[in-house]
């Protein structure tokens, strides 16, 4: 299994930016992806999960901001963001897992290799 996200860069406060999460090696339609972030000294924390039948779940954090879609033709997942933060700014990882989303990461056996946002004040 392969999990290769990009799309990271730096953006300014209020920017956009579109993270790509690409599967191979799975059924991707039959799986959940998530998106994780992880912040300098901070604990990996849950940001966006869309499930196999497409229901999405976001964290507080970022309702009303960000969106996570899919493709299952293409076995890549998104997770468009908006309205860009500083406190967004963290290394954003893709997990895959089979049909439905948890919130934790123990529970996502594969991940992508990360990528970075930073966003300026």
């Known amino acids: 299994v392969q999990l290769q996200a990009s799309g990271g860069g730096l953006v300014q406060t209020g920017g956009s930016l579109r993270l790509s999460c690409v599967v191979s090696g799975r059924t991707f339609s039959r799986d959940a992806i998530a998106w994780f972030r992880q912040a300098p000294g901070k604990e990996r924390e849950f940001v966006a999960g869309i499930s196999w039948t497409g229901d999405t779940r976001l964290a507080d954090s970022v309702k009303g901001r960000f969106t996570i879609s899919r493709d299952n033709a293409r076995n890549t997942a998104y997770l468009q963001m908006n309205s860009l933060k500083p406190e967004d700014t963290a290394v954003y990882y893709c997990?895959?897992?089979?049909?439905?989303?948890?919130?934790?990461?123990?529970?996502?056996?594969?991940w992508g290799q990360g990528t970075l946002v930073t966003v300026s004040s």
């Open positions: 997990a895959v897992r089979p049909l439905v989303v948890i919130s934790t990461p123990g529970w996502w056996g594969s």
